[in-house]
């Protein structure tokens, strides 16, 4: 039903299409400027709306990057409290800087966490308050042309592939298909269990990807479970029962992985970087205390975690735990997309 009621809008998505051409267009002819900076930025993004595993594939090149070089991380802050430009430091909130520059905060203490909504504006603040900085990643910037990337990577998620979406509202995207072309690497991601040689070679010729272009697939991992206070671990077992808390994108792949690891679990679904309160808290706890089982836990997203902390007086003595998410390349080509990154930081030259 509600796909049909999409369909309906697809003249609308029409209309959008063609102010995304136009703005191009015009930043494609330098009618619109686009910032280039003598510094390794890497971009990553999407032309799409939804969990595509940005903040995976961001952490995925941070442990790549960081034991060599000195990152920094540039997000907009997304629902934020704030504006501004700002740095996170041991005070930071998630209220101050959004779930997913916190999330990286947290765990990654070496690195440089800043939030700034003009990106072309905060490149240089990061260079100014830490000079020592030698990469920096933009996170969820594909779309946003101020800034000239010198290596952009593109993700798009295996059940929804870009080549068969369409602009929003029929559809999902939020930039035009040819936008993929800027991409020097894109990514497959979320791709499911046993995915084969046969397969990937069709969805690289559905892509139509240029000479540049390099493409990966991945798939999504999940560790051990970690308490969000005292970071314990916790085996799931098929005797375990749990109260799912997620306000993300897309919990599905979530989903999935719990009904096959898990006895049962109940869900309390909320929107994407949903900010809980104390009426959501309430509402957790009454649905914990209705699990009637001895072998049960509450379980959130690390995004979701990093904005259930402030509770942490009224949650700390409870079994409440975030599950860890990483990006794992297939069919063996980590070493090849590793050595892009670290190939393009090393032998950088200026983008035009």
């Known amino acids: 039903m509600l796909k049909s009621f999409r369909y309906l809008l697809f003249p609308f998505s029409l209309i959008y299409g063609a102010v995304i051409l136009f703005r191009n267009f015009l930043f494609d002819k330098k009618i619109f400027k686009s910032a280039s900076f003598n510094f390794p930025l890497i971009c990553v993004g999407n032309i799409a709306v939804g969990g595509t595993g940005k903040t995976p594939m961001t952490e995925y090149l941070i442990e790549l990057l960081q034991q060599k070089y000195a990152v920094a991380t540039l997000s907009r802050g997304y629902k934020r409290k704030t504006r501004g430009f700002a740095i996170a430091n041991s005070k930071t909130t998630a209220l101050e800087i959004g779930d997913e520059p916190m999330q990286f ?3 990654f203490a070496g690195i440089t966490v800043a939030v700034g909504e003009e990106r072309f504006e905060a490149i240089p603040q990061i260079l100014h308050e830490c000079p020592k900085t030698e990469v920096i990643i933009l996170d969820d910037a594909f779309q946003h042309r101020s800034v000239n990337a010198g290596l952009n990577i593109l993700l798009t998620e295996y059940n929804n592939l870009y080549s068969r979406d369409f602009m929003m509202p029929a559809g999902d995207l939020r930039d035009v298909r040819l936008s993929s072309k800027r991409a020097q690497i ?3 991601t979320k791709c499911k269990t046993g995915i084969d040689e046969q397969e990937k070679k069709l969805i690289a010729k559905e892509l139509k990807l240029l000479s540049h272009q390099n493409l990966f697939f991945s798939e999504i991992l999940y ?7 005292n970071k314990s ?6 005797s375990t029962n749990l109260l799912l808390i997620t306000g993300i994108a897309n919990p599905k792949p979530m989903k999935t992985f719990l009904a096959e690891n898990v006895h049962s679990f109940d869900m309390l679904n909320y929107p994407d970087h949903h900010i809980f309160s104390s009426i959501d808290l309430k509402d957790i706890l009454k649905h914990f205390d209705k699990i009637k089982s001895t072998d049960k836990i509450i379980l959130t997203t690390e995004k979701d975690a990093v904005r259930l902390k402030k509770f942490e007086k009224e949650l700390a003595d409870f079994p409440i735990y975030a599950l860890p998410v990483k990006t794992h390349i297939l069919f063996n080509e980590s070493l090849k997309l590793n050595h892009l990154v670290l190939d393009y930081i090393s032998g950088f030259s200026n983008p035009q």
């Open 186 to 188: 894109i990514i497959v």
């Open 233 to 238: 671990s916790y085996e799931m077992t098929e």
């Open 223 to 229: 560790s051990t479970p970690c308490h969000i206070f």
């Open 105 to 107: 905060h947290e765990k």
